[in-house]
């Protein structure tokens, strides 16, 4: 690690130019993905906005009192009706992480869903909309056990935990992860090689940005390359550049630089397991022509129909835009199902799950349509 470490240093902060660096990630990203630029075409299902915890950039989270509440089941299925008939492949279940440990108002809300856990529910919600309509659900639902990933994979392909940092400082007073107890990044690894167990294929990566030095990124980047390499569930790695958010805590803490936010995802690139996509939320980045060969190969959800809930203040880029934007670079835009072609095998998927998606693939694994 040491050695990676050093080398890490160098490419982040040492003197080779920043167009060297994405120059050789762009090679490897053509010789693994082609000129394939893929995004998921979803929809988002908040499912809840009230969690058991509250980063210090989050503004997706609500308390009781600022109106946290569950969608209801008619919701749920009528934002996914909206959905495929949109052309969506993915239904994203946005929600806190076990919000009833915490607030006795979670815990009635469920009850009057008829329900005694959020997981239930999820569950419920997730089977409701892959039976009714022809989306495929993903969902982020935090910290789970190997039984509660069992239930998961039983109507979803894959699934996202991001460790957003490794770094033990950002639980300090003040800092992005300040009692977030579900954010303690050795229980997050344990839901990451709990998903390899079970053989569930998930998303996770970096929040690059939230800490303070130049030794917590490299540690960062190290990390997370090291982890492409140990977890056969990892099909994407995405790195997202910290956005600061007007009435969060770290409202006013600098973001990273454009410049330094380029070489981080071509160091990725060109260090991890190559077969591992890359994305970058389109959303949130300036220059996005420069990130198009920097090494990705990904962009993430693309909502036709619904605000990022996460990240409400940016907009999605307008498709046809993106389209030719991608196409200037001598690359296609391409549609993808939430689960990446790496894994759309049968010992990954369930049987019912991996039939639909065949179906609907072409040799590469993308959607014929």
């Known amino acids: 690690m040491n050695d990676l470490k050093q080398i890490i240093t160098s490419m982040l902060f040492g003197e080779v130019s920043t167009q060297e660096l994405l120059d050789k990630a762009f090679e490897i990203k053509i010789k693994e993905f082609g000129d394939v630029i893929s995004y998921s075409p979803k929809v988002f299902i908040p499912l809840t906005t009230l969690c058991r915890d509250k980063c210090a950039y989050c503004t997706f989270v609500k308390s009781p009192k600022e109106g946290g509440v569950y969608l209801n089941h008619d919701d749920v299925i009528a934002i996914s009706k909206v959905g495929e008939e949109s052309g969506c492949f993915e239904a994203l279940f946005t929600l806190g992480d076990k919000p009833e440990f915490k607030w006795k108002e979670a815990a009635n809300q469920l009850n009057e869903l008829g329900f005694n856990s959020t997981h239930d529910y999820l569950v419920s919600s997730m089977k409701s909309v892959l039976e009714s309509t022809t989306l495929f659900p993903h969902a982020n639902p935090g910290l789970m056990t190997k039984f509660e990933i069992q239930d998961l994979k039983q109507y979803s392909p894959s699934g996202g935990l991001m460790i957003e940092s490794f770094s033990k400082k950002i639980y300090d007073k003040g800092k992005a992860h300040y009692k977030t107890t579900t954010k303690f990044v050795d229980l997050r690894l344990e839901t990451l090689n709990n998903a390899e167990e079970v053989k569930y294929p998930v998303t996770t990566g970096l929040l690059l940005g939230i800490t303070e030095s130049k030794e917590e990124l490299v540690d960062d980047i190290c990390k997370i390359i090291e982890l492409t390499k140990t977890n056969t569930a990892i099909q994407e790695i995405i790195l997202q550049n910290f956005r600061a958010k007007v009435n969060t805590q770290m409202k006013n803490n600098p973001e990273i630089t454009n410049d330094l936010f380029l070489r981080a995802v071509a160091t990725v690139r060109i260090y991890s397991a190559h077969h591992v996509s890359i994305q970058v939320p389109p959303n949130l980045s300036t220059d996005l022509d420069k990130f198009l060969k920097s090494g990705i190969n990904d962009l993430g959800g693309i909502s036709p129909v619904t605000l990022d ?61």
Do not use: M
């Open 309 to 369: 809930w996460v990240n409400p203040d940016h907009l999605w880029p307008n498709l046809k835009k993106l389209s030719e934007d991608v196409e200037a670079t001598e690359q296609k835009l391409t549609k993808r199902l939430p689960v990446y072609p790496s894994h759309i095998k049968k010992d990954w998927l369930n049987d019912k799950i991996f039939e639909k998606a065949n179906n609907i693939i072409d040799t590469n694994g993308y959607p014929k349509i």
